[in-house]
T-cell receptor, first 115, second 115 residues
Framework: DGGITQSPKYLFRKEGQNVTLSCEQN?????MYWYRQDPGQGLRLIYY???????QKGDIAEGYSVSREKKESFPLTVTSAQKNPTAFYLCASSPRGAGSSYEQYFGPGTRLTVT | AQKITQTQPGMFVQEKEAVTLDCTYD???????LFWYKQPSSGEMIFLIY??????QNATEGRYSLNFQKARKSANLVISASQLGDSAMYFC????????????FGAGTILRVKS
């Protein structure tokens, strides 16, 4: 079945450690996105990528880094510079980066807790 | 200025009744897309319905319909015949050139269906 996988579902880390969240899609989508969601709030865009080897900062990129070496994969690293990393992280993809009619397909999310 | 506004933090509806979730948006684009997503307690984001700014008819998908009033810049979601499984968080989102063709989300509305 085609879709987006994020692993693991729950992740625990000690403060000061970098952690990488995985996102893989087999939908052959060009564009991929990372969002952060805090309790009771909407989604905020961290980074997005419209093609391989290219990505742009979203609204809250500080303390995060990404790579897009393969079309299928868009890992997110939460660095120790991110002041409040505990959150729910959602990865998404869409068929094209441009064009207003394409919805985004979401993965199941990773809940990161940093203590 | 808020790009997407969902004024109802929480709503209750009796099972089998219809409910309207409000969404207003702000854009100077002529061409844009409006989306509604459902987020159950599991965290996944489920795409429900899409409305293009040039679509003359309101979008419908099964029990979901979108009450699109372009002049008022509103895109309310109507759920008919509510079911217990409709209890979730609902997000309105918009995509357009003004916002770099990125999906911009509202803060969401929690819907609780009562039996």
């Amino acid at each position: 079945d085609g879709g987006i996988t994020q692993s693991p579902k729950y992740l625990f880390r000690k403060e000061g450690q970098n952690v990488t969240l995985s996102c893989e899609q087999n939908l052959n989508h060009d564009a991929m996105y990372w969002y952060r969601q805090d309790p009771g709030q909407g989604l905020r865009l961290i980074y997005y990528s419209q093609i391989v080897n290219d990505f742009q900062k979203g609204d809250i990129a500080e303390g995060y880094s990404v790579s897009r070496e393969k079309k299928e994969s868009f890992p997110l690293t939460v660095t120790s510079a991110q002041k409040n990393p505990t959150a729910f992280y959602l990865c998404a993809s869409s068929p094209r980066g441009a064009g207003s009619s394409y919805e985004q397909y979401f993965g199941p999310g990773t809940r990161l807790t940093v203590t | 200025a808020q790009k997407i506004t969902q004024t109802q933090p929480g709503m209750f509806v009796q099972e089998k009744e219809a409910v309207t979730l409000d969404c207003t948006y702000d854009t100077s684009d002529q061409s844009y897309g409006l989306f509604w997503y459902k987020q159950p307690s599991s965290g996944e984001m489920i795409f429900l319905i899409y409305q293009g700014s040039y679509d003359e008819q309101n979008a419908t998908e099964g029990r979901y319909s979108l009450n699109f009033q372009k002049a008022r810049k509103s895109a309310n979601l109507v759920i008919s015949a509510s079911q217990l499984g409709d209890s979730a968080m609902y997000f309105c989102a918009m995509r357009g050139l003004e916002y770099g063709n990125k999906l911009v989300f509202g803060a969401g509305t929690i819907l609780r269906v009562k039996s």
